[in-house]
């Protein structure tokens, strides 16, 4: 095994009602002005947002609202709750919903708790560490982005359309509270956006240059076994609550470390999906899987036997009699044929915003190596003729 180190400090509080205990976990962990962050109006349409304020007055707690997080979060709007934060002298701050509102609710526990840096310049640009944050809680309702557990927030410039992540020790939320139950609102759509993150945060840390690491392989081949298992029951009999629950979990594993330990995560589709995000603001799931086909055709060769291996470990598909490179696509195709049937894009031309001009992809090639100051990926390292190149391959 290689070395590694593991921090995951977030309480989880899984189950039925749990929403009910939120008041009493932010006492727990010192809160008493609380800033609770939503979304635009699926928490107050079902009635959670009022049950868990009723559970923040119980503990006597004060806070003030920020809603109106809309998917691909805007750094505008951190600004904004980082300004309420400050002047309401909040000490903690509380996400009500999925990645968008909890990585706003990070973002404003970062500004508030540090008001003579610059949320973007300073910390998402990286000039300077992140020297703390207020501690964050969530109440998380859909199984995607696994925020509920990272230790990264992401947010979109409005102003220059580039959309960054920022992880570090600070954005592990203290506590999670996952009530399967709050995802039966949920459109179709978004589950299925979803079960493919939940699935790239583990696949984005599965093709990784390092192989020796054989339980890790095999709790990320688990998890991604039992996540299309139970991704295929979820889209055969929406609101079922077993089925839901395994994804709930999964997507906070899938994104906590655990599938990655000792190996360096390859997250190259991630980044070239946030380009996607940023320039055209498409869903985070359906960014990933309109480009996931393309990475892997660029990058199979690479190393066909990892790809032969996670076709054989996770679609069980039969390697007798096969070189490592037919079973390798025959695993690329099975991924391809699972997010069609869930009715995901595999290019372009599946995303609304539909095929892009040379010029275009150029643009989003340049975009996502940084304006040429950096590479992404491990398992491939891939510079900026690379990207271009997998840009086109998606482009149809
Ligand atoms: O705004 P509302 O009305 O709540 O609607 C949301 C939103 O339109 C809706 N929704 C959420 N829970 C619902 C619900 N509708 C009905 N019933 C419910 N129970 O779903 C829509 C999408 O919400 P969003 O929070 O954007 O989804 P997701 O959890 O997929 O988060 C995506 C964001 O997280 C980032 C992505 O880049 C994207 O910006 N990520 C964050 C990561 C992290 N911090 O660790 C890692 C990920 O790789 C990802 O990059
Ligand atoms: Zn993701």
Redesign the pocket.
Known sequence: MQAFEFYSPTKILFGASTEAQAGQQITAYGGSRVVVV??????VK?GLLERVLRSLDEAGLAYECVGG?????KLSLAYEGVKRALSFGADFVLAI???????TA?AIADGAATPEFDLWDDFWLKKHPLPGSLPVGVVL??P????ES?D???L?NDETLE?R?LSSPF?RPRFAIMNPE??????RY?VT??IV?IM??TMDRYFNPVTTNELTDEIAEGLLRNTIRNGRRVMEHPGDYQAISELMWAGSLS?NGLTGLGNKPDFAP?QLG?EL?AMFDV???ASLSAIWDSWAKYCVHTNPARFAQFAENVWGLDPSGKEPVTLAMEGIEAVRQFFRSLQMPICLSQLDCGVQSESTLEDLAYRCTFRNTRTIGSFQVLNYDDILAIYRLANY
């Open positions: 939503y979304g635009g109006a699926s928490a079902s997080v809309q998917p691909n979060p919903g999925g990645g968008s509102v909890i990585d990070k309702t859909i995607a982005a696994g925020s990272s990264s927030a992401v979109t959309k992540g954005h709050l995802t039966f609102t949920l459109p978004q956006c979803g993150d790239m945060h994104h991630h946030h995000s869903a985070h799931g």
